[in-house]
């Protein structure tokens, strides 16, 4: 299956969006006003050498952020949203139980074992790059695909269930994608809080043996993959931004690549 990557703002692009979006409300989903938005983040220092965003991902992003006709579930619904829901539609016989068997579970854990745990993050993390930890509804969710072992920012989930193993796996929504390319993933190995892009400035939060999600761009793919820094070459900034080098060595193949900070996101760390 062909996949593209999905767009991923820089926190200070983001910042943006959510200021002007409580500023010009409904506007911001005009196409020309993305347009103008899109151009002004391309010209951006930050965004030089990487490929030119679109007015259509700058669109999307206010869509999925701020839908006009329905809010985009962060989470899991709970019992009572789904009983709501059920009672408002009309489902088969085997949806309505379906939908009983998922309201068992009211929120699927946070799992970032496999990716955050004390062996896979700098012993020593600055405190201007410590995350707060961040009110329930604002999570946001990324999953492995099976498919080709990349990552996916995750528009929303469909149902859940658990496998022959005992284990919950859930039907995600990939952002950017239709239902065509739905999967089913393991809550527990494949489902974990969105990777944070680095600003240039939070560089030096990067050291050997980080676990980082990588942006890796080929021939036929554009996608972002786990990968563990090797080696880190530090350089001296300039307009541009961070000129530093990081080796990193790809977990799904082994492969090494040098990649630049741009292409680098951190995995979320909370103290």
Request: glycine share 4%; with cysteine.
């Amino acid at each position: 299956m062909e996949r593209r990557s999905s767009v991923r703002f820089s926190p200070s692009e983001i910042a943006r969006m959510e200021k002007l979006s409580a500023e010009k409300k409904e506007q911001v989903l005009d196409d020309k006003f993305c347009q103008k938005l899109a151009e002004e983040f391309n010209r951006s220092a930050a965004r030089s050498g990487s490929k030119a965003l679109q007015a259509t991902q700058v669109q999307g992003w206010f869509l999925n952020k701020f839908p006009v006709s329905a809010t985009k579930p962060t989470c899991v619904p709970t019992a009572s949203q789904e009983k709501a829901s059920a009672s408002e539609v009309n489902v088969s016989d085997s949806e309505k139980k379906s939908a009983a068997s998922a309201s068992e579970e009211k929120l699927f854990p946070l799992d970032t074992s496999i990716s955050n745990n004390e062996d896979e993050v700098s012993p020593v993390f600055p405190s201007e790059t410590r995350d707060k930890i961040p009110e329930l509804e604002e999570l946001e969710f990324e999953a492995k695909s099976a498919k080709d072992s990349a990552w996916y920012d995750i528009a929303m989930f469909l149902a859940h269930r658990r496998n022959k193993a005992g284990e919950v796996e859930v039907r995600v929504r990939f952002e950017g994608f239709g239902a065509g390319e739905d999967e089913w993933v393991n809550v527990k190995r494949s489902i974990r809080q969105r990777s944070i892009p680095v600003e240039p400035s939070q560089c030096k939060s990067i050291v050997e043996g980080d676990l980082v999600l990588c942006f890796r761009e080929g021939n036929d793919e554009a996608l972002h993959f786990d990968a563990h820094v090797l080696e880190v070459q530090r350089k001296q900034h300039d307009i541009r931004g961070c000129r530093c080098v990081f080796l990193v060595k790809y977990d799904h193949d082994q492969s090494q690549e040098r990649v630049s900070l741009k292409r680098l996101c951190r995995r979320p760390k909370y103290f």
